[in-house]
């Protein structure tokens, strides 16, 4: 059974950075086969797609809404996946939520029905 645990999340004033880590454990076979990708949900909002990036091109995509801002990137030795986070915005308060799922095609990346593995998520707001 595949686990796995956020951590990075805090209290950040507008503009600010935060780079926020998925750990995974459990893995069956290589990490490097598992695409992962970040959702976000806020307070009475539906958890939505934020970036992800492929098991076996590496290639990443994002959300309309943090391209530009947000960068993810994995580490298949160390099972770890980050998500930088660079000039932050009011409305990027939400928790963030790190998912996993063996295989796939990038054209899935982005649908959360296809993540059966998901984190507990860590907390992130953006308050002045």
């Known amino acids: 059974q595949v686990q796995l645990v956020e951590s990075g999340g805090g209290l950040v004033q507008p503009g600010d950075s935060l780079n926020l880590s998925c750990a995974a454990s459990?893995?069956?076979?290589?990490?490097?086969?598992?695409?992962i990708a970040w959702f976000r949900q806020a307070p009475g909002k539906f958890r939505e797609f934020v970036a992800a990036i492929s098991w076996n091109t590496d290639r990443t995509i994002e959300a309309l809404s943090v391209k530009g801002r947000f960068t993810i990137s994995r580490d298949n030795a160390k099972n770890t996946v980050n998500l930088r986070m660079n000039s932050l915005k009011p409305e990027d308060t939400a928790v963030y939520y790190c998912?996993?799922?063996?295989?796939?095609?990038?054209?899935?990346?982005?649908?959360?029905?296809?993540?059966?593995?998901w984190g507990q998520g860590t907390q992130v707001t953006v308050s002045s």
């Open positions: 998912a996993a799922k063996l295989y796939g095609s990038d054209s899935s990346l982005s649908k959360i029905a296809n993540y059966p593995y």
């Open positions: 459990g893995v069956r076979g290589s990490f490097s086969t598992y695409g």
